[in-house]
């Protein structure tokens, strides 16, 4: 495997990156850096996270940029094998960044939010949305992809800008397979764009999921992102779905009906990427937020039961 981090590589800009990854050849991962200048998003450095932590012979080439130091500062060269380059003083992250992060039980799961919440620097009502957040998103990693490396997860607070940018990879079975159980899809962007339905569990054929697996989770980030205007982008397989912007702030339940856009012929990623960006400002009130999701939902659910009986049955 080579992957190649160029001078910039955002929710945004993600598809340069992307290009500069080929995952040919997994018993070795050599990774690469633009020589001048290196900025990126949490989700690459968990992308290289998770890639090392398949193979026991990753290399990465010199990095000559002066930003490298992020890299040693955020840890990957651990989950490379390596020793660090750098000599940096550490300081406590608290408000200002979570490291490289490898999570394999609820456990860790929880020891990983209470530590975001410095880093939210909302008040503990608002604080609530974005744990939930990370929590389902998380969760789907350990309920879902069974992913022997478990969910890799790092996030970046930005003062400038007020946002939070926060990435979570695992290299599991992908949401095509995870999917499969209960819905058979055709390509690895139909299951992406089934798994953004709410009640759309793998779990079960059933609409609306169940009382345990609603099937809401990946829907619930996406709603988040379009009301505040937040980059999204998830990625599995050959495929990615990435929510643009949309002054509309309308809540869809068919992700075809919101303003993104989609690919299907990227290097194959087995798992599945997410990447995130929330700006603090605009966070909306989590309650008013739950009832606008909650409305949406069961539109989704009627719409698609609906559906399902106007087909004729033949058995």
């Known amino acids: 495997m080579k992957i190649h981090v160029p001078n910039s590589a955002f929710i945004y800009n993600i598809d340069s990156f992307l290009a500069g990854f080929d995952p040919s050849d997994p018993s070795i991962l050599e990774v690469s850096t633009n020589d001048q200048w290196i900025s990126m998003h949490p989700l690459v450095l968990c992308m ?79 604080s609530r949305t974005i744990r939930y957040i990370m929590s389902e998103l998380i969760r789907n990693v350990l309920e879902h992809a069974q992913a022997g490396n478990g969910a890799i997860v790092a996030a970046q607070y930005y003062s400038k800008s007020n946002t939070i940018r926060i990435g979570i990879v695992d290299t599991g079975i992908g949401i095509k397979q995870s999917m499969a159980f209960a819905h058979a899809t055709a390509s690895d962007l139909e299951a992406i764009k089934m798994s953004l339905i709410p009640g759309m569990t793998g779990t079960t054929v059933r609409e609306g999921g169940t009382d345990y697996n609603a099937g809401a989770g990946l829907f619930f980030v996406k709603s988040i992102a379009t009301i505040n205007e937040d980059p999204f982008l998830i990625y599995s397989g050959n495929s990615m779905y990435k929510l643009l912007k949309s002054k509309k702030k309308k809540l869809n339940w068919n992700p075809e009906d919101d303003s993104h856009s989609e690919r299907e012929d990227l290097p194959r990623w087995e798992g599945t990427v997410v990447g995130l960006d929330i700006n603090l400002d605009s966070t909306e009130a989590f309650a008013d937020l739950l009832t606008l999701i909650q409305s949406t939902y069961s539109e989704a659910v009627r719409v698609r039961r609906k559906d399902r009986f106007r087909k004729a049955n033949f058995i």
Request: glycine share 6%; hydrophobic share 40%.
């Open 48 to 126: 290289i996270a998770a890639l090392a932590l398949k193979t026991d012979n990753a290399t990465i080439d010199e990095v000559k940029a002066r930003s490298g130091h992020y890299i040693t500062r955020m840890g990957l060269y651990p989950f490379l094998g390596l020793p660090s380059p750098h000599e940096i003083e550490e300081h406590d992250p608290s408000g200002r960044f979570i490291p490289l992060t490898q999570i394999e039980s609820s456990g860790e799961l929880t020891d990983f939010l209470n530590d975001m919440v410095p880093l939210l620097h909302l008040p503990p009502a608002q």
